[in-house]
C-alpha cells in the first residue's frame, strides 16, 4: 500500500469571494481530452498514476460532507440522466473513491499544521504530498509523481521534493531551494538552504545554483515525498509555537530535517499550473486544458 495526501483545508482568501461559496478545491477544471471536474479530482487522479492506492484528503469538518459526498457513488436517478459518457465518469469516480479518506484540521494554522493532522493516518511510512491547489502535467508517459516516487524508491530513503526553474522575479512567492548538484545530469539536487518566500537579493545571496540562468533558481513544485521524521519535526514546531507569519509551515520543517539528515531535490519533467490566486487560476486552466496529452508508449 502506498499513501498520498492532499491538504484541502486551506481558506483559500486569495480566491474569495469565490471561495464563500465554493471550496478553491473544488473549482472546476478542463482536462486536455475535454473533461469537467473539480481540481480536487484531478490531484487524486495524479496520486493514483504514481500508484498511491490509499489516499488521504485533508479537510476542514464542515466541508467534510460536501468532498465526501462529491467523491461518492451517484444516485439512480442521476446516472438515469447521464449520457454513457457521464456514466463512464460516473463509474470512475465510484473507483476513485474506494481509495479515499479525510482527515480532518480543525484550526486553519497552516499548511504544516494541515500536514501534521495526518500523522495517525501516516502510521510511520513515507508519504506523497500534493499541493490541493495545483494541476500537474507530465511531458513524459510518466506522470510527475511516478517521477518523484521512482526517483525517491531508487535512492536511499531521504525526503525528496520536486523542483522546477523559476525566474528571479517570482521567487518571493514560492518556497526556493538551494544547493549543489548531486549527479551530472542535474536532476537530482543536495540541498544545502531552503527559504520561504524569499527576496530575489535573498536568493543571489544564498540560492544560486550552479549551471542555471542568469536570475533563475529552484522552486518548490508542490509535490514532496515525506519520511516519517518530518511529522515528528512538525510536532515538535507546534509544540513550541514556531511559526513564520502567524502559520506552521512546512519549509520550516523541511529546512530542519536538511540540517540533520539531509533533503534532496528532484527536477521533474513536467509542468504545474497554480489555481489559488485569480489571475493564475484563468491562465493556468487554459493552458492545461491546452496541453498535448503525452503519448503512453
Ligand atoms: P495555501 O498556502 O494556498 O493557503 O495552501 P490557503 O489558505 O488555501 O489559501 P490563501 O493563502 O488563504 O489564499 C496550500 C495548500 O494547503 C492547504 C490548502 O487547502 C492548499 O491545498 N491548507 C493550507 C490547509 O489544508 N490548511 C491550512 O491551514 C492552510
Known sequence: MRKALIPAAGLGTRMFPATKA???ELL????PDGVCKPILQSIVEEALSAGCDDIAIIVRPADRDLIASYFSPCS???????????KAQAAHLADISRHISYVEQREQQGFGHAVHCARDWADGQPVLLLLGDHLYSSNEARSCARQLLD???????????????APGSTVHHYGTAGGSWANPQHTLLDIA????KPSLDYARQHLAV?????????CVYGQYVLTPDVFRILGEQ?????RLKGEFQLTTALDELRQTQGLRGFMVNGEHFDTGQP?????SILAFANKRLPTTP
Open 279 to 283: 489571475r493564475e487560476y484563468l491562465s
Open 210 to 218: 550552479p549551471g542555471l540562468p542568469h536570475d533563475t533558481f529552484l
Open 151 to 165: 526517483a525517491f524508491d531508487s535512492l536511499e530513503p531521504r525526503a525528496t521534493l520536486s523542483l522546477y526553474q
Open 28 to 31: 472546476p477544471m478542463i482536462t
Open 22 to 24: 465554493v471550496k478553491k
Open 238 to 242: 507546534i509544540a513550541a509555537n514556531r
Open 76 to 86: 439512480d436517478a442521476q446516472l438515469a440522466r447521464l449520457k454513457d459518457d457521464g
Open 193 to 196: 538552504e531552503f527559504a520561504e
